[in-house]
């Protein structure tokens, strides 16, 4: 697919990272189909979408919702790749886990099934999370790889933040793989593992891990402990993003894909943040050093670089991005 500029499929589209893939692959020339949740009462501010350049000519919005799989096909039929971002987020657990890994593994399967049945996409690249890899009861100072799992059993008894979320993209990224070892021939399936996503935004709503990186500034001291076990893997949401276009087009590509190019201590951020932004209050390095024992593993990206992709972006980059993103929109 080296070259080519067809036409691809991008669901979750009014999400951080849908948003920001859909903005670039309308600059680098492709034709976008994307898909969001139904909105009878034109509530949803989508103007974000339909005024970015070359949107007016190569951008369509289609209705679907992963509690209605075969509601994606009208936006897939005739692409030559997906990529599936959308996913069920339920960070406060509100819902039992086995409805939302049940409503996230039914609408891939069937966004996978509808590919399948288009006989024109070639390639499926599916967004999966830290979340599969880091809970995996393994030595924090081992640095995981995509050889790597996620174990469900031992999220439920950490009885943790968002445990419904590690398991549902746990379980679902283990389906999306099954399902493209059956189907080879015929679909190639990819899936990208972002670590903590940071950076520009261009949705509306401030992006929740935008939220976490930046919870010193915010003044979100619940979010200190996530934050803690996050901080160890950061990526910019723009290297994200190249890398899932990067993978679309790649030929050998195979199997995971970690995407995760720097990280620090929480102590470490908290002086990062208040060296380079003096003009925001940030607890001090002692004050937040009960929060360490949270620190999980690091992620190794040599398959995504032994590929032939190289980071852009560093951490300053990052943080600078977010926050005069939150400024503009008036967060602080």
Request: aromatic residues 10%; glycine residues 8%.
């Amino acid at each position: 697919m080296d070259g080519e500029k067809g036409t691809v499929c991008v669901t979750g589209g009014t999400g951080y990272i849908g948003s920001w893939l859909i903005m670039r692959l309308l600059e680098r020339g492709y034709t976008v189909r994307t898909t969001i949740r139904s909105d009878p009462g034109h509530m949803k501010d989508i103007g974000f979408l339909t005024s970015l350049p070359g949107a007016s000519e190569k951008l369509r919005i289609f209705n679907a919702d992963l509690s209605i799989p075969e509601s994606f096909s009208a936006a897939i039929e005739g692409c030559i790749g997906v990529f599936h971002v959308a996913t069920p987020v339920d960070f406060e657990d509100k819902e039992p886990e086995e409805i939302v890994t049940k409503r996230s593994i039914d609408g891939a399967l069937g966004i996978l099934n509808a590919c399948l049945n288009s006989q024109t996409v070639k390639r499926v690249v599916y967004t999966s999370s830290a979340a599969a890899i880091l809970y995996n009861g393994q030595d924090v100072d081992d640095e995981a790889d995509e050889s790597v799992w996620s174990d469900a059993d031992f999220i439920k008894a950490l009885k943790t933040h968002g445990g419904s979320y590690a398991i549902s993209k746990t379980l679902t990224e283990r389906a999306v793989l099954e399902f493209g070892e059956k189907h080879g021939l015929e679909l190639d399936v990819i899936t990208i593992i972002p670590s903590l996503v940071i950076g520009p935004f261009i949705c509306p709503k401030l992006p929740s891990s935008v939220s976490v990186a930046l919870a010193m500034i915010l003044g979100n001291e619940d979010a200190y402990s996530f934050l803690a076990r996050c901080a160890s893997s950061m990526v910019h949401v723009d290297d994200l993003v190249r890398a899932h276009i990067f993978l679309l087009k790649y030929p050998n590509a195979k199997g995971r894909y970690i995407c995760s190019s720097d990280g620090m201590t929480i102590e470490h951020i908290s002086e990062f943040l208040a060296a380079s932004y003096p003009e925001f209050q940030i607890p001090t390095p002692d004050s937040i050093k009960k929060y360490k024992g949270s620190k999980t593993q690091g992620l190794s990206s040599k398959k995504l670089l032994d590929s032939g992709f190289k980071y852009k972006y560093s951490f300053k980059e990052m943080f600078d991005g977010a926050i005069q993103c939150c400024q503009e929109n008036g967060y602080f």
